[in-house]
């Protein structure tokens, strides 16, 4: 509906219930005046039943078994600021209680003094119900074994398992909790300064898969991967507090925040399955630290027409905690944790001008300055080629950020405003020292896109061409440009194509290619069209629409080339009558991506070689569309009854497809086994939900609904998962696609009081 009808309406309203008021006897009105000073109490209790069980259908509300809950919700406010002469109130709130998903809160508060107030919410995750694994452990443990399961005896890849290894894969249900619980406060010392505290626990626990490599005693071959639940185990607590002035021209707010993390593992153990014997492997688990900010802000009214705002901050973060896998390098580490430490400052200024009633300008600057402080050090441990002594530095990344933008507002008359903006952005990125050895010389730079500046220029037209129509229209153009050192040596293997093929200069421009940039870092040309209307056809139907369009072009040898984004919504409200109407939702949109590389072949022996210089072409596209149909009916059965109807259909596709550029050897080939298309990836979902709420008198309403909801997905990264189709270095999981289709029926009652 037209924006601009539905305040003209209120505003009418506002003044005929003004006149009524007026004229008619106070009496009349006590009901109504009552309603707004004492608030409505609700509480609601409720008995949903779902038909099966599906992870992905329950992922983050808990239903994800079949069976029956018992949910109950309830909102509660009073004290004698409601319908007294007072100034105290409290309120207690609670969600989806019985649910995975529930939360509850209680507040406390005398107007203009004081105020304080509990919140805790809980959230599961149920990431799979599929997953299958012949390891033994404790859900959110950090200890995984294998009873006999690897050995010189058993099968050699995954794909050869014995009957006795198949017969030790179980089904583990994965998933991961987050509980947070914050108190808060306020305190007003005088009409100008308060202050105002939170503090926050959130505690996590639970698992999230996570692959995990075995140390590679026997070479490449000899390492093997597993799937495994890794466990978070961690809790942090953040502190806020903030001490707030307002003057009758300036505002100003002085504030500390800290943040603490612990994690209860040092680290996550799980054995080995090889035909080579192995000790028990370790891998990190997210190691503890701390962050702690300081921050004012403020701004200044310095004229009628002119204010000034802005804010700085300083924060330092460090993280010193043991390393869990000293056991793994071939010499002993240089220091027995990482020593981590980074310090951030921001600051920001804004200036804006009310020129003219009809002309706003404004002017912003905004810089960040990350500084890692942390040491680098040449650490020692074996490649995955099994041949070579991995002697990197570890990389402490610093960055810096400047942000420049000018700003207008226009209103050209009554009907039309436009809106012009220019933003300059510059990222600069580097080490502040690097370790040296003899493949790292003094000076050598880790680095590979050094700066990024971007330009950018944004025009919006707004239109209000009638009473019932609104219109707009904007422009976006960005040229961003980034200077590169493919030169730079970066703590990693890779020798694509990278010369000289000395294992002594690996890592040379991030170990790709010459020649490549990543899309994210690449110099572009980017252009967005985006309009829009809301027209309110008549008093029964309103529509409405938008679409954007966004092109981009690359400036890269190698890497992606080439992209195009763009989406269509349309939404439409009928009220085929007094108290009921029917709306539609469509909305559709698609991105595509062309990018290109050299070939790079797994045997290089001739005589199955490449052409020199030979390149592929990879085309990505991404698109999903969702129809939708809502239906609302009130008013039946004597005003008793309102019914509601809600159908909605969404498709999502992805597809890859890949093309050599030269004729041989061709995609059969074993040199080369890159080409061609992937099978489309397919998600398909159906919901129907149906929902109908009965008065059964005053204050009471029974409500029932029904949902389903059907999901068919095809992915193929799952077959790889699945025995006898894995990787041989990788231990199959089973894994599934969700596919479901689920029945849930909801029955709740409803008490409401004043």
């Not at 502040?432 to 950018?456: F, H, L, S």
């Not at 009921?580 to 939702?585: F, I």
């Amino acid at each position: 509906m037209n924006k601009t009808i539905r305040v003209s309406a209120l505003a009418i309203a506002v003044q005929a219930g003004l006149a009524a008021l007026y004229a008619m006897p106070v009496l009349a009105d006590d009901a109504e005046l009552a309603a707004l000073m004492l608030p409505t109490n609700t509480v609601e209790a409720g008995l949903s039943s779902t038909t099966r069980s599906s992870a992905k259908f329950g992922e983050y509300t808990g239903l994800n078994k079949s069976g029956e809950r018992l949910i109950g919700n309830f909102s509660l406010r009073g004290g004698d600021a409601y319908g007294g002469n007072g100034t105290q109130r409290y309120e207690l709130t609670g969600t989806d209680l019985g649910l995975t998903s529930r939360n509850f809160g209680a507040s406390y508060s005398d107007q203009g003094k004081w105020s304080v107030g509990l919140v805790h919410d809980e959230l599961t995750h149920y990431t799979s119900d599929s997953f299958q694994t012949p390891y033994n452990g404790t859900m959110g443990g950090n200890i995984y074994t294998l009873s006999g399961f690897g050995s010189a005896a058993t099968g050699v890849t995954t794909r050869t398992l014995t009957a006795a290894q198949l017969a030790q894969f179980h089904t583990v249900d994965v998933n991961n909790t987050r509980e947070n619980t914050s108190i808060f406060g306020t305190l007003a010392l005088n009409s100008q300064w308060n202050v105002r505290m939170d503090f926050n626990h959130l505690e996590q626990t639970g698992a999230k898969l996570q692959s995990v490599g075995s140390s590679t005693f026997g070479g490449a071959l000899g390492q093997k991967i597993s799937i495994l639940p890794l466990p978070t185990n961690s809790r942090t607590e953040t502190a806020n507090l903030a001490l707030n002035w307002a003057g009758e021209k300036a505002h100003a707010t002085v504030a500390y925040y800290g943040s603490f993390y612990r994690d209860n593992n040092n680290g996550f153990l799980f054995d080995t399955w090889s035909t080579v014997a192995q000790p028990r492997q370790t891998f990190g688990t997210p190691p503890n630290n701390n962050f702690q900010q300081l921050n004012a802000s403020g701004g200044y009214t310095l004229s009628d027409k002119t204010k000034l705002a802005g804010g700085l901050s300083y924060s330092y973060n460090n993280q010193n905690t043991d390393y869990a896998y000293d056991n793994v390098m071939t010499s002993p580490s240089p220091t027995n944790s990482l020593n981590g430490a980074v310090t951030t400052m921001h600051a920001d200024v804004k200036l804006t001008n009310q020129t003219t009633k009809d002309l706003l300008l404004s002017a912003m600057l905004k810089y960040d300055d990350r500084n890692n402080r942390t040491s680098s050090n040449i650490y020692n441990a074996p490649a995955i080629n099994g041949g070579n002594i991995y002697n990197y530095p570890n990389t402490p990344l610093s960055i810096t950020k400047t942000r420049g933008e000018l700003a207008g507002d226009y209103r050209m008359d009554a009907k039309q405003k436009v809106r012009l903006e220019v933003t300059y952005d510059q990222m600069d990125r580097q080490c502040n020292q690097y370790a040296v050895n003899a493949n790292y010389p003094a000076g050598t730079n880790c680095v590979t896109a050094t700066q990024t500046r971007e330009g950018k220029v944004n025009a919006t037209y707004r239109l209000k061409a009638t009473e019932d129509l609104n219109f707009n229209a904007g422009y976006t153009l960005a040229a961003r440009r980034t200077s590169f050192d493919q030169n730079a040596r970066t703590a990693m293997i890779g020798t694509n194509g990278n010369l000289p093929a000395s294992t002594a200069i690996t890592g040379l421009n991030a170990g790709d290619y010459r020649g490549f940039q990543p899309f994210f870092e690449a110099s572009r040309n980017q252009s967005v069209l985006k309009t829009g209307a809301n027209w309110q056809a008549s008093e029964r139907v309103s529509l409405t629409a938008a679409a954007r369009y966004t092109d981009d072009t690359y400036l890269a040898d190698y890497g992606v080339q080439k992209g195009h984004a763009w989406g269509v919504d349309l939404d439409t409200s009928f009220a085929y009558r007094e108290q009921g109407a029917l709306a539609v939702l469509l909305t559709m949109q698609e991105r595509t991506r062309d990018s290109t590389d050299l070939q790079r072949s797994p045997i290089a022996a001739p005589p199955l070689t490449l052409p020199s210089g030979a390149t592929f072409t990879n085309k990505m596209r991404d698109s999903d569309s969702t129809v939708g149909f809502n239906v609302k009916q009130s008013g039946l059965m004597g005003g008793k009854l309102d019914v509601a109807g809600e159908l909605a259909y969404s498709l999502g596709l992805t597809d890859y497809y890949t093309q050599l550029n030269y004729s041989a050897p061709t995609c059969s080939s074993v040199t080369v086994l890159s080409c061609g298309s992937t099978p489309t990836i397919r998600n398909q979902m159906i919901q129907l939900k149906m929902t109908g709420n009965y008065q059964l008198e005053k204050g009471t309403k029974l409500t029932l609904s029904y949902l389903h909801r059907n999901l068919r997905s095809d992915d193929f990264y799952y077959n790889a998962l699945q025995y006898g189709y894995t990787p041989t270095g990788l231990l199959p999981t089973n894994q599934a696609a969700p596919n479901y289709a689920v029945n849930m029926i909801f029955a709740s009652l409803t008490y409401s009081f004043k």
